[in-house]
């Protein structure tokens, strides 16, 4: 049985600025295709520095994934430094590191300078570690981070069960730089504050083609075109084959989302009292937080290949929140949504230039919230640059997935299997 979509975030988020579809041709020195936090922060970015910027979306800003995540910002790439040192340099390595550890700060500015409401807070966040096998690979991350001077800490499995409200993991690994958002109301306020900078969006216009006219690029959609210099692609997992390669290296997960009605006080009391949000460790990720009305928030893995929200799944989520606390008791839930993520192998963002002054991104992998406009505003800046240079992250061929047709029945397999190995490592 399929589930009716009903998002919290839809529901609670602050209006969306008005906008309407192209119609006819443009022209621009910019053309940024994918309304999401990397595409919005980058027209922002380039609008501020003075460059005439078009944006084009399929649906409104937010809609994809940006719009239907859980809300949890969280600082810094999965890879940790001395990862990203080994495959890239020390140089690039410590600068790609840097990026994301300042993300979380950049999102803060941000919405401190354009007056963006999307009932941010920033409590901290914690990395629930599911096992013992995990603890090791969580005190090299400490070492990593507290070595580079920022605050984050491991917890013993009774800190961070006091912390959760829960004794489900065996320890936990804190930041207290993370925080949580309505990420649709942020996505719409990027979009507002790119508008007033002068950009110009342009929503229900999808992209049919990208072409080359002449030393342009042709972006073309159904009812008009933009004409310009540079063209940045960031259409994450509601890619396209506008750049058939580009698909074929994605392999979009679905993410599901329940949330409660307003929880009584005395159970907001039991279950993250201090008010950070939660993921953890697991190949199947579990994640939770309160929102600003009290209500409790809990997402998982989703189904395969499509937006369609299955029963079961979600049945089988709200059994994992019940269990994990049951201090809920039989509680209901009164939101359920998906959204797709782009997922990568290896989890790896990645940022490719398939031709001169074309730059596609995509493989956020989750933790698009911070670092989705932190790596817009790397690419804002590489493109008033003229050149990727300078850019604070590899720039690499396209790698499609080998017999990516074949991935659902593939990933499928990959999931049991990850749950198979998250059982183990839990004990």
Known sequence: MVIAASSLWAATAEPAPATVPLAGEIRADVAVVGGGFCGLSCALHLAEAGVDTVLLEAQEPGWGASGRNGGQVIPCFKDDPETLIARLGEDLGERMSRLGAEAGT??????????????????????????????????SRTRQWQARGLPVRLLDREETAALIGAPIYAAGYLDPRGGALNPLSFARGLAAAGMRQGARIHTGSPVIAITREGSSWRVATASGAVLASQVVVA??????????????????????????????????????????????????????????????????????????????????????????????????????????????????????????????VFGFSGRGVAIAPAVGKAIAEAVLAGTHKGLPLPVTPMRPVPFHGLRLPAMAVAAQWFRLLDRLEAR
């Open 106 to 139: 950049l999102v803060e500015n941000l919405i401190a300078r354009h007056n963006i409401a999307c009932a941010y807070r920033r409590n901290g966040w914690i990395l629930g570690i599911a096992g013992m096998r995990g603890i090791p690979a969580m005190e």
């Open 235 to 360: 259409t994450g997992a509601y890619s396209t084959d506008l750049i058939p390669a580009l698909r074929r290296s994605i392999l979009p997960v679905q993410s599901i989302q329940i949330a409660t009605p307003p929880m009584p006080a005395e159970i907001q009391r039991t279950i993250l009292p201090q008010g950070h949000v939660v993921s953890d460790n697991r190949r199947l990720l579990l994640y939770f937080r309160f929102n600003e009305q009290g209500r409790f928030v809990f997402g998982g893995r989703g189904s395969l290949g499509g937006e369609s929200i299955a029963e079961a799944h979600v049945t089988a989520l709200a059994e994992t929140m019940r269990r994990s606390f049951p201090q809920l008791g039989q509680i209901g839930f009164q939101h359920v949504w998906a959204g797709q993520v782009d997922i990568t192998p290896g989890r790896r963002l990645r940022v490719h230039e398939p031709s001169p002054g074309l730059i596609a």
